[in-house]
């Protein structure tokens, strides 16, 4: 099974600039959509053979997140089931049948690390605990931005970005947390050295000299780890400013 992850900056804009082309010639069981910005309406999206959820934010293109299945779905779940933290659109679950597939976009902690506190006080300790109760039920991967970058290895400029938001200590240690509750980073489990990265700053030319951010993930339970086949990061596919990421399960 080929699970596709990507921050598209836009559905609509990435469909301008080819979305359906990639998605035929990936031709993945399922593609799990950040950043969409949109409803299902607005985004005209359709690819035949797949059923397409989204769930938008509150604020009109804001955030949102979609997703394309191919595979059978047993159900379609959107947020945590918390209201403080479900209005922006940011979580949205499949249950297929021997897995949960949770498609997530972590809020960013913002310039100024105006958003630190909620990120790593609330948010993350919130979608811990929502993986985890799925985990009672069927294994988890949770997929998406994780708007951190974990490891110096992960980042083309460790030094400095270390008090910028998505390489802060909290961030980094938070993400931490999420692997010591029970998930593989699935990129990391299989690729040992850097220079893969997820995201390009529009400045400066920096996905043309790969100065850039690993701050997508594929993380699955552990139990999930022998069915574990590939990972990948797709840089070469344009369209937005982050580029889309893959497993392949047995």
């Not at 022998?226 to 990972?231: E, H, K, S």
């Amino acid at each position: 099974m080929l699970l596709v992850s990507w921050n598209v900056n836009g559905i609509r804009s990435a469909r301008d600039k080819g979305l359906l082309g990639f998605m035929r010639a990936f031709d993945a069981d399922v593609y799990c959509f950040q950043e969409v910005r949109s409803t299902k309406e607005q985004a005209a999206v359709e690819l035949p053979g797949y059923e397409a959820h989204f769930y938008p934010a509150q604020k009109p293109g804001y955030s949102g997140t979609a997703i394309f299945s191919r595979a059978p779905l047993v159900r379609v779940t959107q947020g945590m089931g918390q209201e403080n933290h479900d209005r922006e659109g940011r979580v949205l679950t499949a249950e297929l049948d021997d897995f949960h597939l949770v498609n997530v976009y972590t809020p960013n902690s913002q310039r100024g690390l105006a958003r630190l506190g909620y990120r790593v006080r609330e948010w993350d300790p919130a979608f811990r605990v929502y993986l985890k109760k799925l985990e009672r039920k069927k294994p988890v991967v949770f997929c998406g931005d994780l708007n951190v970058a974990h490891e110096e290895i992960d980042i083309a400029n460790p030094r400095g970005n270390r008090k910028n938001a998505g390489f802060t200590d909290e961030e980094r240690a938070s993400f931490g947390e999420h692997l010591a509750a029970g998930f593989v980073d699935t990129f990391r489990e299989l690729v040992k050295e850097g220079g893969h990265y997820t995201w390009w700053s529009n400045f400066g030319r920096a996905r043309e000299k790969n100065v850039g951010w690993r701050i997508d993930y594929f993380c699955i339970s552990r139990s999930l780890r022998p069915r574990l086949m590939a990972a990948a990061i797709h840089s070469e596919i344009p369209g937005s400013d982050h580029c889309p990421i893959s497993i392949r399960l047995a």
